[in-house]
């Protein structure tokens, strides 16, 4: 195989640039499902600009490592005990990560097995491309902790599944299957067989085929009745809030 060296090398960042000019970014020690907290975050960023920084990078494949998770989401136990004002510091890390990853000059393709949720999607979301295995788990599971995605899901997914489909996955918190979502922009293409070799056959593709970079925030929405279908979707979520309070309301009582 091509020759690879190493970029830049931390506990949880390692960077690889191949003799064909194709570029790995991988997560690392961050645990079985590739979850991402402050130390991780930094160390991606700076993993990204030494990257970015070589003029013989052509593509960049993003990963998690091993085959169970690309990232399964922010550290639910950092977060646990951050204030609001960090707590606001954490999320704009983690938003800065994802703008950094868009801004990357050459294509950026998010490589995706098993989970991908909240922070790892929104990581997703910034790449230019997205390749995945059937029966990888997608969502933006925020709400059920009561708070909302603060790293740009509300703003990119809405640009690549339509407003309506979107919409569901943020206010449920729902887990997608990755197949329920084939045939739309969110994936480039679907791998079957061994996804390593995949991801890397779909980079040569986009540096061969010359394709232009996506930027999920520049796309744009044309979606007929839009006031209507949010004003809908807004007394919809009002209902359920509502319930939810008596609910919690009545259980405290019993």
Same mark, same amino acid.
């Given at each position: ?81 951050? #204030? !609001?004002?960090?707590? +606001?510091?954490?999320?704009?890390? @983690?938003?800065?990560?994802?703008? *950094?990853? %868009? =801004?990357?000059? $050459? ?76 045939? #739309? !922009?969110?994936?480039? +293409?679907?791998?079957?067989?061994? @996804?390593?070799?995949?991801?890397? *056959?779909? %980079? =040569?593709?986009? $540096? ?47």
């Amino acid at each position: 195989g091509a020759a690879v060296r190493i970029v830049h090398q931390s506990a949880h960042a390692l960077a690889t640039l191949d003799a064909a000019g194709i570029g790995t970014l991988q997560l690392g020690d961050a645990g079985r499902l590739n979850i991402i907290g402050s130390a991780a975050i930094g160390e991606l960023r700076e993993a990204l600009q030494a990257l970015a920084a070589l003029p013989e990078l052509r593509v960049l494949v993003l990963r998690g490592s091993g085959d169970r998770a690309f990232i399964g989401g922010a550290d639910i136990g950092e977060m646990a005990t951050l #204030t !609001p004002a960090t707590a +606001e510091a954490f999320i704009t890390r @983690l938003a800065g990560l994802c703008d *950094a990853v %868009a =801004e990357i000059p $050459v294509p950026v393709i998010a490589r995706i097995p098993g989970w991908c949720l909240g922070g790892g999607l929104e990581l997703a979301l910034g790449c230019h491309f997205r390749v995945a295995v059937a029966g990888a788990q997608i969502a933006l599971p925020e709400v059920k902790l009561g708070i909302l995605p603060g790293a740009g899901g509300t703003q990119r997914l809405p640009r690549l599944l339509g407003p309506e489909a979107a919409l569901n996955m943020i206010v449920s918190g729902t887990i997608v299957p990755s197949e329920q979502l084939k045939g #739309t !922009p969110l994936f480039d +293409e679907f791998i079957d067989g061994d @996804l390593q070799a995949g991801a890397l *056959a779909f %980079a =040569e593709k986009v $540096v061969k085929e010359k394709r232009p970079l996506k930027r999920v925030r520049d796309l744009k929405i044309d979606y007929p009745n839009a006031d209507a279908f949010f004003q809908f979707a807004r007394n919809t979520v009002g209902a359920i809030a509502r319930n939810a309070s008596k609910c919690s309301r009545a259980s405290a009582f019993s």
